[in-house]
């Protein structure tokens, strides 16, 4: 079988390469994807945008693709399953009216509300008055919202009223998010250590995979500004066995029961970003894929042809599967470019990616590399996801930081402390 990933980051690479494992599978293409992806032995990149829905369908007949796994959120959201479904195509993720979850923070609140799912006490707002005589009636900490897709952007975590004030501004009358702006959501501040949670979905059954932790801010000790997440390990030991279970009882079977009562059956991965609460586990967002960088630690640990997995998903039989996971932990480093999140220089060599990988438990994951004849050059904010499987999470993490050590680009940045939470639980 033919396999079409679409998508261009670390999450897709690591997709990839988990694909091109399967015996089931002759070449896996990505659109775009990057260089990693074109390295690997079955691997294949078409220059393809990954909103480029005709022509996707085009090159799914051409090649005769049996399987297709969406990666980002936009083309979940604008529909992407949906069309490709209705001419005949077999696909990995959920239908527009599903997408909602992530694409809408208003619909995924009140939908939560309907389902008794637990998270953070809110108020919805179409007009920047409402949303500030809110804010200053609750206080701060507060949060503050943009309704639609913001490209992670869109949340600010404020620590006084004037900021959250502020952030309504900003996203409600200067539209600095755009339309995703013109409804916000401000939300109850939660305290707690957070966690995320993927999990296969096939429209009824919910099979979670284990847990994980992202690292969002820039800088170590979990300082500066927000990034698309500077690492993550799994299993994230926040979350126990008695935690694991009440997250699936609580949020992921009420979640995908909900939307099938709805009408709008959830298939692909369901994905909750929680807060380990003083009073259990709260859902902070939900998303409608793959996580970035928690697929390059969750998917690097499961046992199982990951190929049968997507194709019981889309075939409502995920119940009669079961799903094995590696106890060995994993950790991914990003490799940023100098300056990310704010403005960084593109084209800069990357050296050392096969001295490090001489490890046959690192992964070096590609997110933002491009070729230039045979030199590999540095093409976005987050380079390269550095990849380490282990026996305990501390050897592991060295593991990661030695491959990543000999990785050489310039200005490269990364976080020394990649699962510090973790350790530091071990050590109590
Ligand atoms: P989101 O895009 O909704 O995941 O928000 C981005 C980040 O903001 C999350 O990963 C949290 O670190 C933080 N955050 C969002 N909502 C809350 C909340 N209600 N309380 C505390 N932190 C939050
Ligand atoms: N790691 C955060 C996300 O994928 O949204």
Not at 172 to 189: N, T
Not at 365 to 370: E, L, N, S
């Amino acid at each position: 079988m033919n396999v079409l990933i679409i998508g261009s980051g670390g999450r897709e690479h690591a997709l990839a390469w988990k694909i091109a494992q399967s015996a089931l599978v002759e070449t896996v293409y990505a659109a775009p994807g990057n260089p990693g992806v074109a390295r690997l032995a079955k691997g294949a990149c078409v220059p393809l945008g990954v909103k480029d829905v005709p022509a996707l369908k085009d090159f799914i007949v051409e090649k005769n693709i049996g399987l297709t796994v969406v990666g980002p959120e936009d083309p979940l959201a604008e529909g992407i399953v949906d069309t490709l479904e209705a001419a005949g195509h077999k696909v990995f993720g959920p239908c527009a009216a599903a997408a909602r979850l992530e694409a809408s923070k208003a619909f995924a609140k009140a939908f939560m509300a309907r389902h008794g799912i637990p998270t953070a006490a809110y108020g919805e707002f179409d007009e920047p008055e409402s949303a500030i005589a809110y804010i200053r009636t609750q206080g701060a900490p507060i949060v503050v919202k943009a309704d639609g897709l913001a490209a992670g952007k869109g949340v600010t975590v404020a620590h006084d009223v004037e900021t959250a004030i502020h952030a309504v501004e900003e996203a409600m009358r200067i539209r600095v998010f755009g339309e995703a702006g013109a409804k916000v959501v401000v939300e109850e501040f939660l305290a707690g250590e957070e966690a995320s949670i993927l999990a296969f979905c096939d429209g009824k059954t919910v099979v979670p995979m284990p847990s994980s932790q992202d690292h969002k801010a820039a800088y170590d000790g979990d300082q500066g500004p927000n990034t698309g997440g500077m690492g993550a390990y799994s299993p994230a030991p926040v979350v126990t066995p008695e935690l694991q279970e009440r997250i699936l009882n609580e949020v992921l079977n009420p979640c995908v029961a909900g939307m099938a009562a709805e009408g709008a059956p959830y298939k692909g991965i369901l994905y909750a970003g929680l807060m380990i609460t003083s009073a259990g586990p709260k859902v902070v967002e939900f998303n409608v894929r793959f996580g970035d960088p928690e697929t390059q630690v969750v998917v690097p640990r499961m046992m199982n042809d990951i190929v049968p997995v997507f194709l019981a998903c889309c075939d409502g039989t995920l119940d009669q599967l079961a799903i094995e996971y590696d106890e060995c932990p994993c950790v991914t480093v990003v490799m940023a470019s100098g300056g990310y999140p704010k403005d960084y220089a593109k084209g800069k060599l990357i050296t050392g990616i096969d001295d490090a990988e001489t490890d046959a438990d690192v992964m070096v994951f590609h997110a933002g590399t491009k070729l230039d004849g045979e030199r590999l050059l540095t093409n976005g904010g987050r380079v390269l996801n550095v990849t380490a499987r282990g026996t305990s999470l501390a050897e592991t993490i060295q593991r990661a930081y030695a491959a990543v050590r000999k990785i050489h680009f310039e200005h490269a940045h990364c976080r020394n402390d990649i699962g510090h939470r973790a350790l530091a639980r071990s050590q109590r």
